[in-house]
C-alpha cells in the first residue's frame, strides 16, 4: 500500500511552546482539499512567530459499553449498583486481558430492564479499540458467570460512543482529551492574518457559536476541525471513521489586553501510535518524523501524537477564519488552488 493514492504533504513547522511538548516539527497531512496545506502552514507560521502554540492533555481513556437485560427495572438498578461496587474485582479482570490495560471507570446507565456499564479502560499508547472490547467482553463474561439472573446482549451497546455523534465523550471522556493555545500580538494578527483581533473574535462568534445553535450542533463549535483531523488521521495511520466524534470541538477566541488569545478544544481525539496500520511504511515515518516512535513511557508517544494533532487543528481553523474575514479570500484562495483559475 502507498500513500501516493491520497496526497499528502508537511507543512509548518509549528511550534509547541508546553507544556506537554517542546519542538518545533513538520506536520503530515493526507488530502485531496488541496488549499488544506497552505492554510495550515500559514496558521503554523502565525502562532510561530508569536511564540508558539501551548498545549495541555486533560485525560485519555478509551471506552466499550456492555449491555445486559434484567428481568425488570428494579432488578436492574440493584445488579448495577452492586457490579459499580465490584470495582477492584473487575479491574483485576480487565488487567489479565493486556499488558497495558487498566480500569480506569465502571459507570452504569438505565433504560427499564436494560443495563449499561461503560467500561473505561488506559491503554498506553494504543488508540485501544480492540484493548477495550477485549476487556469489555472479559468484564461481560464474569457477570454472566456471577449473575445468571442478567442477560447479555452486546459487548457494545452505543453508550461508549464509538464513530457516532453524541453528548457523552465530551462529558464522560473518550480518546486523548487535548486543550491548544496560542496568544497573537495585534500588531502580528494584522500583518499576517490581515484582521483584527476584534473582527475575528466578531467573525467566530456570530458563525461558530451562533451558526453552530441555529444547526442544532452538539458539543460543538468549530469551523472546519474535520478538515484537518482527517488529513492528520490519514497520515499517520489512525482509524478515519473517528473523526466524527474527535471533529466535536470548540474553538473559543477572545481579546486579551488588545491581543488575540485562540484556542481549541477537542475531548474525543481518538488516535494511537501503535496497532493496526502504524507498521505500514510511509505512516511509520511519519510518526518517526513527528517524534513519535521515541522511547519513552507507555502513553507518552500517544499524547504527543494528540498534541500535534491538536496543533494541526488550530493552525487550520485560525486561517480559515481569518480567510473568512476578508471578503472573497476563501473562494479565490479555493479557484487558485483547486481548479487553477485565476
Known amino acids: 500500500m502507498r500513500p501516493a493514492e491520497i496526497p499528502m504533504r508537511r507543512v509548518g513547522p509549528v511550534r509547541l ?61 440493584e ?13 483485576a479482570v480487565v488487567a489479565a486481558t493486556g499488558r497495558f490495560v487498566r480500569l ?11 443495563l449499561f456499564l461503560r467500561v473505561a479502560v488506559a491503554t498506553g499508547d494504543a488508540a485501544g479499540h480492540n484493548m477495550a472490547t477485549k476487556a469489555a467482553q472479559a468484564v461481560l463474561d464474569r457477570i ?30 473518550r480518546g486523548r482529551h487535548v ?4 496568544r497573537i500580538p495585534a500588531d502580528l494578527c494584522r500583518r499576517r492574518l490581515r484582521v483584527a483581533p476584534g473582527d475575528l473574535v466578531g467573525l467566530h462568534v456570530r458563525k461558530n457559536l451562533v451558526g453552530s445553535i441555529l444547526a442544532g450542533s452538539l458539543r460543538s463549535a468549530n469551523a ?4 484537518m483531523l482527517l488529513a492528520f488521521y490519514l497520515a499517520t495511520g489512525q482509524d478515519g471513521a473517528n473523526v466524527v466524534e474527535g471533529s466535536q470541538a470548540i474553538t473559543h477566541a477572545d481579546v486579551s489586553d488588545g491581543d488575540l488569545a485562540f484556542s481549541v478544544t477537542l475531548p474525543n481525539l481518538v488516535l494511537g501510535t501503535v496497532g493496526a496500520g502504524k507498521d505500514l511504511p510511509f505512516v511509520a515515518e511519519n510518526l518517526e518524523a513527528l517524534g513519535c516512535r521515541a522511547p519513552r513511557p507507555p502513553g507518552a508517544n500517544a499524547r504527543r501524537l ?37
Request: charged share 20%; aromatic share 2%.
Open 17 to 77: 511552546a508546553g507544556p506537554e511538548v517542546e519542538d518545533e516539527v513538520m506536520l503530515p497531512l493526507a488530502t485531496f482539499e488541496t488549499p488544506l496545506w497552505p492554510s495550515v502552514a500559514r496558521g503554523a507560521r502565525v502562532t510561530r512567530e508569536a511564540g508558539g502554540i501551548r498545549a495541555v492533555v486533560v485525560d485519555e481513556r478509551m471506552t466499550r459499553s456492555i449491555l445486559l437485560e434484567a428481568p425488570d427495572a428494579v432488578a436492574a438498578v
Open 79 to 91: 445488579a448495577g449498583r452492586a457490579i459499580e461496587a465490584q470495582r477492584e474485582e473487575l479491574a
Open 104 to 114: 480506569l471507570e465502571l459507570r452504569a446507565q438505565y433504560a427499564g430492564p436494560l
Open 144 to 173: 454472566a458467570e456471577t449473575r445468571p439472573a442478567l442477560r447479555p446482549v452486546s459487548v457494545s451497546g452505543n453508550l461508549c460512543t464509538d464513530k457516532k455523534v453524541s453528548a457523552v465523550n465530551g462529558l464522560l471522556g
Open 179 to 182: 486543550v491548544a493555545e496560542a
Open 224 to 227: 472546519h476541525v474535520a478538515n
Open 306 to 342: 494528540a498534541v500535534l494533532a491538536a496543533a494541526a487543528v488550530l493552525c487550520g481553523e485560525l486561517s480559515l477564519l481569518a480567510a473568512l474575514a476578508n471578503p472573497g479570500e476563501l473562494v479565490r484562495a479555493h479557484l487558485r488552488l483547486e481548479r487553477n483559475a485565476g
